[in-house]
């Protein structure tokens, strides 16, 4: 994974704003954010731990090398238990702590990792032995969060968004940057194999030119009471659109209805605009019966569906498209000709998205790398949030999308797109041939 992520770091850009207050990740983490105050390490294992237990722990000690990185989750509630397990299991990291406010989430801990420490307020855990720290708390508690890890000189890995806001992004990146520590958004899907395998295809040109792009991220809950469903569901796919198309978008207009709960949207549609004039379509939703993760990139050669959702067949490649006839003056002789070519499905090595997300930010911290999702990247979605507000604020009109430092994030996108183009094998070897002529 690492190898694929070579090459792409650029100089941090240097800044920093003001302070506020700060957001979380999707899908309601628990909290392990101010407000609270320490528990220590409440329960822990006694000198006359079950035998099973010791076992355990040697395991783990057995996996820790001596430059093993110390980690600590802040925030065990819907993701946090999936950040705990894969922090547990990578070789070369050591968790050492978790912090939630809730009793039940640090009993849950408890059971399954007797080792570990807990805490009720994240200050505390930001005091014990860490050098890292994930951020699974919800949404508005994460800039302040962050930035008391920052602060504590800890390396950062936030879950998505970055923040609520622009000028809280930046003075997160700024801290970061005078602290020398990594900030990382944890945009999972980037390190999605389906997603990055999509990527290839389209830094490389396999599908030609791209004409517009469609999402839809639908399913039934989790209703969110402080955020829409734009700031909890779209970071994902405008995460993933700017990684396809290299660029940012140019403005954003959103149409949304409020059916649940008054005043929080739960359904909503992003018109983006980027700075090439492609279009792009992204569907969001908490009230669908269906769960759907689906993506499709109509290119001029090609058109590819990536279909989360399956098993088997993440993506699907489609030979069809439309050609223009030669010029000529007979109106009988002008039609458009349609291709209708094979579907491939190309082989993709499947590894957990999460653990591969996991294992970059361990590597980031340990060598300073800038990590694929860095906070430039983080930044830039947190400002299409922003533009999307205002446009749902003013009825759909659009927005533009402002970002500070939009240089320096382009040509990085730009760098990602050239080295991923670099590692594309697009081949019909690479492809298993499923049926013909539809």
Avoid at 20 to 36: I, R, T
Avoid at 170 to 180: F, N
Avoid at 251 to 278: K, M, R
Avoid at 305 to 326: A, C, F, M, T
Wanted: aromatic residues 6%; proline residues 5%.
């Amino acid at each position: 994974m690492d190898r694929l992520l070579k090459g792409t770091a650029l100089v941090k850009p240097k800044g920093a704003a003001t302070n506020g207050n700060s957001n979380g990740h999707s899908n309601g983490h628990s909290n392990g954010h101010p407000n609270g105050h320490s528990n220590g390490h409440a329960n822990g294992a006694t000198n006359g731990a079950a035998p099973e237990r010791r076992s355990n722990r040697d395991r783990r000690a057995r996996r820790r090398g001596a430059d093993a990185l110390k980690v600590g989750v802040i925030g065990c509630g819907y993701w946090g238990p999936h950040l705990i397990r894969n922090f547990s299991e990578i070789p070369g990291a050591e968790l050492v702590a978790v912090a939630d406010q809730r009793p039940d989430r640090l009993d849950y801990v408890r059971v399954r990792h007797p080792g570990v420490k807990r805490f009720t307020h994240h200050s505390d855990l930001l005091e014990a032995d860490v050098d890292a720290v994930v951020i699974a708390t919800p949404i508005h508690t994460h800039h302040a969060v962050a930035r008391d890890a920052l602060l504590a000189g800890k390396h950062v890995m936030v879950e998505k968004p970055l923040t609520s806001s622009v000028e809280q992004a930046l003075d997160l990146i700024g801290l970061a940057e005078a602290r020398g520590t990594v900030l990382m958004a944890a945009h999972t899907f980037l390190y999605n194999p389906a997603v990055r395998e999509l990527c290839r295809m389209v830094h490389s040109k396999h599908l030609g030119r791209i004409h517009y792009i469609d999402s839809a991220r639908l399913n039934l809950g989790l209703f969110q009471r402080r955020v829409n469903v734009m700031w909890d569901l779209a970071p994902h796919d405008i995460s993933i659109l700017i990684q396809l198309l290299a660029e940012l978008p140019a403005t954003v207009s959103s149409h949304g209805a409020s059916c649940v709960q008054p005043g929080v949207h739960d359904v909503a549609y992003l018109n983006l605009e980027f700075e090439s004039g492609i279009l792009a379509q992204i569907h969001v939703s908490w009230l669908d019966p269906a769960k759907v993760r689906r993506i499709t990139v109509v290119g001029d050669k090609r058109m590819a569906v990536y279909n989360d959702v399956s098993l088997g067949e993440k993506i699907r490649v489609y030979d069809k498209g439309v050609e223009h006839p030669p010029v000529t003056d007979s109106f009988g002789e002008f039609q458009l000709s349609y291709r209708y070519g094979d579907v491939t499905i190309p082989y993709i090595e499947w590894q957990e998205p999460l653990r591969l997300e996991c294992e970059h930010f361990l590597h980031c911290a340990r060598t300073g790398e800038r990590p694929l999702s860095d906070a430039t990247q983080g930044l830039a979605v947190v400002a299409v949030l922003e533009a999307a507000d205002k446009s749902l604020a003013d009825g759909g009109k659009p927005a533009a999308v402002v970002l500070p430092w939009q240089q320096a994030v382009t040509a990085r996108l730009r760098e990602i797109r050239l080295a991923a183009a670099d590692a594309a094998v697009i081949s019909s070897a690479a492809s298993a041939p499923v049926t013909a002529a539809f």
